[in-house]
């Protein structure tokens, strides 16, 4: 398999970590980010795929929610396919997604790990 890039956006120090480890153990090469403008600002390194959090907290301002974010990347690089990585299981959130274009929705559960990792095998391994 070849090197493939992969951005990991996410506020949880704890998730990118678990996430990172995983992916480079699987022979991916991850980036990680706590917030999508600083994805955004990196859309240059041209990843092959970015795994986002839908939503962000950050003390003294708002930033971007990841729709927000999968918009400005879908308009920037509409090649690069994204997993919206998430808690949030309401319907109708996953459906506007899937409307949008995301490649894949992976909840935050007891199986994130295993079931993002067989999402990035899906997607970079057709």
Do not use: H, W
């Not at 890039?5 to 995983?22: E, G």
């Not at 400005?72 to 690069?80: G, K, N, Q, S, V």
């Amino acid at each position: 398999m070849e090197d493939k890039l992969i951005f990991v956006v996410d506020d949880d120090p704890v998730i990118t970590s678990l996430v990172q480890a995983r992916l480079e153990s699987a022979g991916y090469s991850a980036r990680v980010f706590a917030y999508g403008e600083e994805c955004i600002a990196a859309l240059d390194e041209k990843p092959d795929l970015i795994i986002l959090d839908f939503y962000f907290v950050r003390e003294g301002d708002e930033p971007m929610d990841g729709m927000a974010v999968f918009g400005e990347i879908t308009r920037l690089a509409p090649e690069i396919p994204v997993i919206m990585l998430s808690a949030q299981e309401r319907g109708d959130v996953v459906l506007e997604f899937a409307r949008r274009g995301i490649a894949d929705y992976v909840i935050k559960d007891s199986d994130l790990i295993d079931n993002l990792l067989a999402g990035v095998k899906d997607i970079l391994e057709q």
